[in-house]
Each structure stands twice: as structure tokens, then as C-alpha cells.
């Protein structure tokens, strides 16, 4: 009977230690000068990168990513901060969006988006696979993210992984255009 109970509790250790998410850690220090990322080589031949500084991808309306007043207000905010080119306070406030509705895949892509202008090419195919996760069958949502990770993939000089990633994107956005049946 002891020794049952000994293992019960480090058991629900093990399992509550799985549901923990990784803190994301920030670009840079606050204070701590950026240095800007070095462009990738890409071999000639390959598809062109496309300037990553300007990256925009189509905006959703925002009532359509949530119908929580306080994601609207913290999107409003990311976006403001965003576009007066203060990325951090507009990561603050997505994140805190995503501890509100954390499996809201336009949070996630918009993190990704964010990641991508900040040049963490990594991190922002993570993000945008994680939004993939929690998209379903949104082809639009899907077509999104794919372009984040082409995007991403040229960053990293990965031309291959770029033109299979533009492909699937093109894909879902085709599919999107088709689930749009006009009504007479």
C-alpha cells in the first residue's frame, strides 16, 4: 500500500511535467544593442529571397480571429506597437494573448509573423507549424502559415524547403478560394 502511494506522486509529476510548455525566451536582452542578422547566401539559380524587413501577409480582421473583447484590444495593441516598430512590446502583448486563448491559431500566426520580421526564422516556422496544429481544415488560416514558413525558408537559404513551402501555401489558398460557394 506504501509503496503504491511512493510512485503515485511522482507519476502525476511526470504527467503534469508534460502538459508544461517552454518559456520562449526574448530576442535580446532589454537595453542590449540588436545586431542585425547577416543575409543568407542563396546559390544562384534558387528562387529570389524576398526582403524580409517588409514582410506582410494579408491581414485577417481582427473580429474574426476572436470574439474576446480583451484578444481584440491585445491584437489592436501588437499591431499599434508593431507598426511604431516596437516588436517587443508587441510580443508582450501576443503572448499575453496566447495565455488568454492558447490554442487560437491567429495568435500563433500572428507570433510567427512577428518571429519572421524579427528574423528568427526558426522560431517562426515553429510558431507557424503550431498554429498549423490548431488550424483544422481553415485553408485560408493554413495558406498563411505556409507562407510564413517559405518565407522563413529563404531566410535560412533553404530554397528547396522555400518552393515546397510556397506550393503548399498556393495549394490551401486555391482550396480557400474554392470553399467561397456564392449564394444566389
Not at 524587413?53 to 501588437?78: C, F, Q, T, W, Y
Request: glycine share 6%.
Amino acid at each position: 500500500m506504501d509503496r503504491s502511494r511512493s510512485l503515485v506522486f511522482p507519476a502525476l509529476l511526470l504527467l503534469l511535467a508534460g502538459c508544461a510548455t517552454a518559456p520562449i525566451q526574448p530576442a535580446t536582452a532589454p537595453g542590449a544593442p540588436a545586431t542585425p542578422a547577416a543575409p543568407p547566401v542563396v546559390p544562384q539559380g534558387a528562387i529570389p529571397q524576398p526582403p524580409v524587413e517588409g514582410v506582410v501577409i494579408e491581414a485577417m480582421p481582427k473580429s474574426d480571429m476572436s470574439s474576446n473583447k480583451a484578444i481584440i484590444a491585445l491584437l489592436d495593441r501588437a499591431q499599434h506597437d508593431n507598426e511604431a516598430g516596437q516588436r517587443e512590446a508587441a510580443d508582450v502583448s501576443l503572448e499575453r494573448a496566447l495565455r488568454i486563448e492558447p490554442r487560437n491559431a491567429w495568435l500563433w500566426l500572428e507570433l510567427a509573423k512577428l518571429r519572421l520580421a524579427q528574423g528568427q526564422y526558426a522560431q517562426a516556422m515553429t510558431l507557424a507549424r503550431k498554429s498549423i496544429s490548431f488550424a483544422g481544415h481553415d485553408n485560408r488560416l493554413l495558406a498563411l502559415n505556409w507562407q510564413v514558413i517559405g518565407n522563413a525558408r529563404v531566410g535560412q537559404g533553404d530554397s528547396t524547403g522555400a518552393e515546397e513551402a510556397f506550393k503548399r501555401a498556393a495549394d490551401f489558398a486555391h482550396a480557400a478560394q474554392a470553399d467561397i460557394v456564392p449564394i444566389f
